[in-house]
């Protein structure tokens, strides 16, 4: 019962939490640019896309880890397929994975690591790497929306 309340109240700061998030302008060097939403905090870095039924038009989600690391995702309950990226600190892709399925029952796969240190992860619809034309060690370009 307990558990069930800690889980429902982290749901609920998601939620709240997710109405004020950051967004961040990300620029690929085909000039395709996408408006991720930051997730820098344990709730958001925990839940990330789940519980949505999409993303916006040229919508993603940028997760912002404390250190360099070899991050592995999931997609629990998440409601659609995605990309992912895996960014180093000098904004460089170092690793793609395109159509990550959703998982809505344990146990969820983990996608990743990435074969190199990576501080940053973004998320996008499934197709948007096939789209923009991303490839490894291309440099992307941040700027925080206003």
């Known amino acids: 019962m307990i558990l069930l309340a800690i889980l429902l109240m982290s749901v609920w700061v998601f939620l709240v ?14 000039g395709v640019e996408i408006e991720a939403e930051v997730a820098d ?13 999409g993303l916006p038009p040229n919508g993603g989600m940028l997760y912002i880890f404390e250190e360099n690391g070899l991050h592995r995702v999931q997609t629990r309950e ?3 397929p995605i990309d992912i990226l895996w960014v180093d600190e000098s904004h460089h892709v170092v690793h793609m994975l395109e159509h990550a ?3 809505a029952k344990d146990p969820c796969p983990l996608f990743g690591p990435p074969p190199e240190s990576a501080r940053y992860v973004i998320q996008t619809e499934s ?6 034309g991303v490839v490894k060690r ?3 370009k941040y700027a925080l929306r206003m």
């Not at 905090?41 to 039924?53: H, V």
């Open 17 to 30: 939490e997710r109405k004020e998030s950051s967004i961040i302008v990300v620029k690929f060097p085909s």
């Open 41 to 53: 905090t344990p709730e958001k870095l925990l839940f990330g896309l789940a519980f949505r039924d």
């Open 78 to 80: 998440y409601r659609f």
């Open 101 to 103: 399925e959703p998982c």
């Open 127 to 132: 197709g948007f790497l096939k789209k923009s």
């Open 138 to 140: 291309d440099e992307l």
